[in-house]
């Protein structure tokens, strides 16, 4: 206790069932790849708000469709993000742009899951500017499992056409999700953009979020789809909750007692919580995880030969 308190740091603060708003600001949900509103809603982030305690009001769903719909929000499909994420951005930004003009002088959170925190980044980093008339002021942004360094197997799943096995797989893979499958399509133009190394996330990692606007990305060491060293913002807060096993860590970080807890925190402007052992070990655990990853393609090769 008494090193925490010299580091500045405590423990971050358990939040009841329902707890009050952690502030007076609109929030914005934006869901990762394969989420989709219409025939029914599907979306780790949009449970986010709610167990964060924002009043049902104050709540936005960005739209992959656009904002012509109720709420600004009109119904997409699954298949809607898996198109380019800086057009993905500007989406983001003209909804807004709506909020705006619906609530002057309100500020905005921005909540994301997955390749929506990526969405959010690129608006703050390439479309936000730091004296708009036409946008609020985004005053937090918390990011859920975001590919911030990339997702290896969308780096190592395209590069497995090398090999006939590898060809078939994405070829079935590609056909099933342009059918409504619930996988995502590994040619489409997301997917290429969340690659580590992609033009996109070189091009974020020159740049940076709009003065004044905080950030908190958080990881899971059990989560495959994005390892959590990958799911680290570099220079920005990050950590690393507890593992989830199971299948479906990479959704199952949004449930997190320990993630809701350090988000409410973050949201209020508490003091930041004192890191734990998965702070230091998480990235270790992302970093083998992501080695098993980049041997698909030799694995699918020797395979298809």
Do not use: K, N
Not at 132 to 141: I, K, N, T
Request: aromatic share 8%; glycine share 12%.
């Amino acid at each position: 206790a008494t090193t925490a308190a010299a580091s500045g740091c405590r423990a971050a603060p358990s939040v009841g069932y329902r707890p009050p708003p952690p502030d007076d600001d609109i929030v914005v949900t934006v869901a990762g790849l394969g989420s989709h509103t219409r025939g029914g809603v599907s979306g780790s982030a949009f449970a986010a708000p709610r167990a964060l305690g924002y009043r049902p009001g104050d709540v936005y769903r960005f739209s992959y469709a656009g904002t012509r719909g109720p709420r600004l929000h009109r119904p997409y499909e699954a298949r809607a993000t898996y198109g380019d994420i800086r057009a993905a951005a500007r989406g983001l930004a003209r909804l807004l742009e709506a909020i705006h003009r619906r609530h002057p002088g309100r500020d905005v959170d921005l909540v994301a899951h997955s390749l929506g925190g990526l969405v959010a980044r690129t608006f703050l980093e390439l479309y936000a500017g730091p004296f708009s008339a036409r946008l609020p002021h985004v005053d937090h942004v918390v990011t859920f499992s975001t590919p911030h360094g990339g997702a290896p197997l969308a780096g190592d799943v395209p590069g497995m056409d090398r090999s006939w096995l590898g060809l078939a797989l994405d070829a079935g893979l590609s056909a099933w999700s342009r059918l409504g499958g619930p996988v995502p399509d590994p040619w489409s133009r997301a997917v290429s953009q969340l690659a580590p190394g992609s033009p996109l996330l070189r091009t974020l990692a020159a740049h940076d979020v709009v003065y004044g606007t905080q950030v908190l990305a958080l990881a899971m060491p059990s989560d495959a789809v994005v390892p959590a060293d990958r799911a680290l913002w570099p220079h920005h807060y990050s950590r690393v909750v507890g593992p989830r096993l199971g299948l479906d860590a990479h959704s199952a970080i949004v449930a997190s007692e320990q993630a809701r807890r350090l988000a409410y925190a973050f949201l209020r402007d508490a003091p930041p919580a004192c890191p734990g052992g998965w702070d230091a070990l998480g990235p270790w655990i992302g970093r083998a995880i992501g080695a098993g990853e980049r041997l698909l393609p030799a694995v699918a090769g020797a395979l298809g030969r």
